[in-house]
């Protein structure tokens, strides 16, 4: 499997899902630099967590129109995986690439904390790997993290089977400390229509390593390589 | 507006005290300058005056600190302190305060306290890997205390996050000798290859000055200045005088300074922190015996018409000062491009030893170097001591109010604002970020973070208590150091050398010299017996209003190896049926202690002792232990003593004990904070080497129970559930930050 990793400036986890995704495949990730206008052929593009452009206008609005989304939405048309976490989230579907619009936390705090999700959909190249309607913990940390999407939108997507991963409670947890920024539906990840785009606010990358006291996001990165190799 | 010249006011010894400059100083400024100083040169001696610039009631103090160790590679005096830690790499970490600035502008005062400190660290060669912070508010009653948490904590959260740098530690402590000057003391640890470490000297006549960063506005002119003050109620009136953070653009700096410092073209590095501009080119031209020509209107300016006297003061952040090898000005100017960051070529060094500014070719200072980098006041202040406490004397029924049950006690005290969980806190720092944390403070005794590929990491801990330092200086400052030897200890690293951060009142009067005085000699003592020295640090004095001193509150910043991150034990009981251990010995020790102070509302008696051999035996016992693989909770006892610290292995875990082995055991007993203490939790299998270990370490080990079950069985047949204690532990703050307590 080969990949590529988005960098812009004020991105902070672009190292992270390096090294996740160079354990998982074996093969170091291409790093792409924000103003770069080629990128070489790869089978899946990460566009990393951070605060891209510092955020100062609406999270990720300024990298959405940076040179190298130009790019990455041509290679996602063309069936290239893609996949944004958190900022990535933001910025993808910014620039159009999924429907709907991340907005401030219910809570209007920033918050970093292991939650609780459901994989509500095995059927994509990256989450093929675990069970469907397994319960997994995975860190967030954001302050932007509550999808919201007009009722049309969300019915297509329920519909369709386009919900990737919803928050659920942990062993001990309420159900509104379940949600940890107050998303429409609990939505924590969607994919596009096609199913080779996907957006998640929680960072499966800070959950890889055994270190990390929680593998969960694992196999999020062996499903890539499965499918990809 | 194109002005190119200015008048400058005339200085006289009025404008000068205005400055802070006191008549003595002034009468001695006089001397060395050998004429009246221009409005710029007064503004520049004014802040390398000032406290916080000086150090000049500290310095006598400080050199009492043992700085040296087999593995200290750079002590005080530089960014920050530097270590080995094996495999041609080092630690480079200090903490600071910005305690004046938060208290004014809590948010932005927070955030760029969180910057500067991020600045001393990679301005040496270190990536930044962990963000600790140290706060102390004043009693929740207070009517500023619940704005102020809010506006710091969001501050730190604001910066942390956006820099990528992960908040891992820290303390939070609230008390009403802070009510009118919180604390806000920020630590980064980073780390550097030791062959890529870069020092502040400047070397090479001639070399170009470059000015690199964001530009310079008219924030924060004479903030070290106001952070040499006490405060008076107008104080608020010195916002202007706080800066404004941004951290995109120190991540950017961070980035670019890094990718500079792969190359070769860096012969010099500070960063412009407190007195911008003046103290960066000061200091590093006076460090290398050195002049330096600075040509101002070269300076990038985000306002029109500043003056060398703004310019030279202004502490805008997120800049830096460099002195390039020659020849390497494209090649550093093309990475600063690529970051979109500003460069420029303001200066060169000299041979002539003297500080010479001129603006569209006027000249507007010059002065001989070596006295403005050398010269400053030093003061040799009155101490007096703090009078003994009396002990206490107060007996069994006294010690235990008849209408609390011991579940009723233990309840109260997990839920007063010290003990209370500060999860509101540190849910709002991203501390994963870097996907290389293993324990984040309340998980464990010391923060744990791998360094990046490989399979070492780094313990952290800030410690101190303040009520101890109060009551008795020398055991106090002790006790600091020996408690971040404790907890650097307890998740089974081995505790390598300390940053300290030095909060006291006004040094002017003797009490409070005295009780930085004592507080020195006792940290001093424990490092030496700990080998455990001091490599960097910060003193931040005048944290008085209206003439109310804080607590004395010296924080120690505690950085330990482990050799195999993977080994780091955490302080939640982790095994149905493990045996519960005490290491120590527990006499009873009330005195300042959290339970007089919360359930009989007693701030008295003596502070605990600390034997620092006990403490450097106990330490190595378990870190030896942990390191075996025989440990698999281990926890420090220290405030509110041997039954909170297991209270707070039962709330991290959901698992409770049964304790039989405290059966008749007083109040003194459980609630006192006898130092030297550490709760571990062993395998029934295991019991047998551990204690065959601690015989044969002289170390006293006490079985006490077992791990098991939803309640802690406590002595005497009371069962305490552990779900209630972790309700009363958690809903504290929330409750207090949504308005709902007092």
């Known amino acids: 499997m080969k990949s590529a990793v988005i960098v812009f400036p004020g991105s902070n986890c672009d190292r992270d899902i390096a090294v996740a995704l160079e354990q998982a495949s074996g093969r170091k990730p291409h790093m792409a630099f924000h103003k770069d206008t080629d990128l070489p052929d790869v089978d899946v593009i990460a566009v990393p967590g951070g605060f891209s452009y510092g955020d100062y206008l609406r999270c990720g609005a300024m990298a959405a129109h940076s040179p190298i989304m130009k790019l990455v939405k041509e290679r996602a048309a063309k069936g290239v995986r893609v996949v944004g976490i958190c900022n990535g989230f933001q910025i993808i579907t910014e620039a159009g690439l999924l429907p709907g619009a991340l907005i401030r936390n219910k809570s209007l705090k920033y918050v970093c904390r292991t939650v609780g999700l459901t994989v509500e959909s095995t059927d994509s190249d990256f989450t093929k790997k675990y069970a469907k309607g397994q319960v997994i913990g995975i860190p967030v940390g954001h302050g932007e993290g509550n999808y919201v999407a007009d009722e049309e939108t969300l019915k297509r997507l329920e519909g369709e089977g386009l919900v990737a991963f919803r928050y659920a409670a942990l062993p001990g947890q309420s159900a509104e400390q379940a949600n940890p920024n107050g998303a429409t539906n609990n939505i924590a990840g969607i994919f596009n229509a096609e199913r080779n785009v996907l957006g998640m606010m929680p960072h499966p990358e800070r959950a890889f390593d055994p270190l990390h006291g929680n593998t969960d996001g694992r196999a999020f990165f062996d499903s890539l390589v499965e499918s990809l190799s | ?742």
């Not at chain 2, 991540?251 to 500079?260: Q, T, V, Y």
């Not at chain 2, 860096?266 to 020509?293: C, F, N, P, R, Y």
């Not at chain 2, 209370?420 to 944390?437: C, L, P």
């Open chain 2, 1 to 742: 507006m194109s002005a190119t010249s200015w008048k400058e006011p005339e200085v006289t010894e009025a404008l000068a005290a205005e400055h802070g400059i006191k008549a003595d100083e002034y009468v001695r400024l006089l001397e060395i300058v050998g004429r009246t100083p221009t409005f710029t040169e007064l503004g520049i001696y004014s802040v390398m005056w000032s406290e916080h610039c000086s150090y000049k009631s500290s310095r006598v103090w400080l050199k009492k600190f043992p700085t040296k160790a087999p593995w200290v590679i750079c002590g005080p005096g530089e960014n920050a302190g530097v270590i080995d830690i094996g495999d041609n790499q080092a630690a480079i970490f200090k903490m600071e305060s910005h305690n004046h600035p938060s208290y004014i502008e809590p948010f932005q005062g927070a955030a760029t306290g969180v910057g500067g400190i991020l600045r001393d660290v990679f301005t040496m060669g270190a990536r930044p890997i962990a963000n600790l912070n140290a706060l102390r508010f004043g009693e929740p009653s207070h009517p500023k205390t619940r704005q102020l948490v809010a506006g710091v904590v969001s501050g730190i959260g604001h910066y942390g996050n956006c820099v990528g740098v992960p908040t891992v530690g820290g303390e939070t402590n609230f008390h009403k000798a802070y009510n009118g000057n919180c604390l806000v003391n920020a630590m980064t640890v980073g780390i550097a290859d030791q062959d890529k470490i870069f020092y502040s000297k400047a070397a090479g006549v001639g070399n170009p000055v470059v000015y690199v960063g964001s530009k310079t506005g008219r924030d924060g002119i004479h903030g070290a200045t106001m952070s040499s003050a006490e405060f008076t109620e107008d104080s608020e009136a010195k916002r202007p005088t706080v800066q404004v953070g941004d951290p995109f653009t120190e991540k950017l700096l961070i980035e670019a300074c890094l990718e500079l410092m792969n190359t070769d073209a860096i012969q010099s590095i500070q960063d412009m922190g407190a007195a911008g501009l003046t103290s960066s080119s000061v200091e590093m031209a006076g460090k290398g015996g050195l002049g330096i020509e600075l040509h101002l209107e070269k300076v990038p300016q985000r306002e029109v018409g500043m003056t060398p006297y703004e310019i030279m003061l202004s502490e805008s952040q997120e800049r830096m000062l460099i002195v390039l090898k020659p020849g390497h000005e494209e090649e550093a100017r093309a990475i600063f491009d690529k970051w979109e960051l500003d460069f420029a070529v303001i200066g060169h060094l000299t041979d002539t030893g003297h500080f010479v500014l001129k603006m569209h070719g006027q000249t507007y200072c010059d002065l001989e170097l070596a006295p403005l980098f050398d010269a400053a006041p030093l003061y040799h202040r009155p101490t007096e001591p703090t009078p003994e406490q009396p002990a206490l004397d107060l007996d069994e029924s006294a010690l235990w109010p008849s209408d609390l049950s011991l579940a009723d006690i233990l309840a109260k005290l997990v839920a007063c604002p010290d003990l209370a969980s500060k999860r509101w806190i540190w849910q709002q720092y991203d501390s994963q970020v870097g996907a290389d944390t293993r324990f984040i403070s309340g998980q464990s005794d010391a923060a744990v973070v791998r360094v990046h590929g490989t399979n070492k990491a780094l313990a952290m801990s800030s410690d101190v208590t303040p009520r101890y330092c109060f009551a008795d200086p020398v055991r106090g400052g002790m006790q600091a150091v020996a408690e971040s030897y404790r907890n650097v200890s307890a998740v089974g690293a081995l505790p390598l050398a300390i940053t300290d951060n030095m909060n006291f009142g006004n040094p002017e009067k003797p009490r409070i010299m005295g009780q930085f005085a004592g507080c020195v000699e006792g940290m001093a003592e424990a490092c030496r017996v700990l080998d455990y020295p001091v490599v960097s640090g910060n003193v931040s004095l005048y944290n008085e209003t209206n003439g109310e001193g804080i607590l004395p509150t010296p924080t120690v910043g505690g950085v330990g190896l482990l050799a195999d991150g993977h080994k780091a034990v955490g302080l939640g009981f982790k095994n149905d049926g493990d045996v519960i251990l005490l290491v120590g010995e527990t006499e009873g020790h009330l005195g300042q202690s959290l339970y007089l102070r919360e359930i009989l509302g007693l701030e008295a008696g003596p502070a605990p002792a600390v034997d620092l051999e006990a403490e450097k035996r106990h330490g190595t016992f378990v870190r030896e232990s942990i390191q075996a693989g025989l440990i698999t909770a281990s926890h420090d006892v220290s405030d509110g003593g041997l039954q909170v610290a297991l209270a707070e292995m039962a709330m991290a875990s959901g698992k409770g004990a049964d304790l039989a082995g405290l059966d008749g055991w007083h109040i003194a007993e459980l609630f006192g904070e006898d130092q030297g203490r550490y709760v571990l939790t062993v395998k029934p299998s295991d019991v047998d080497a551990v204690e065959a270990k601690a015989a044969e370490a002289g170390v006293t080990l006490t079985r006490i129970g077992t791990v098991g079950g939803d309640s802690l069985t406590a002595p005497g047949g009371h069962a305490i559930s552990v779900a209630a204690l972790v309700e009363a532990n958690e809903s504290w703050l929330p409750a207090y930050m949504d308005g709902k307590l007092g």
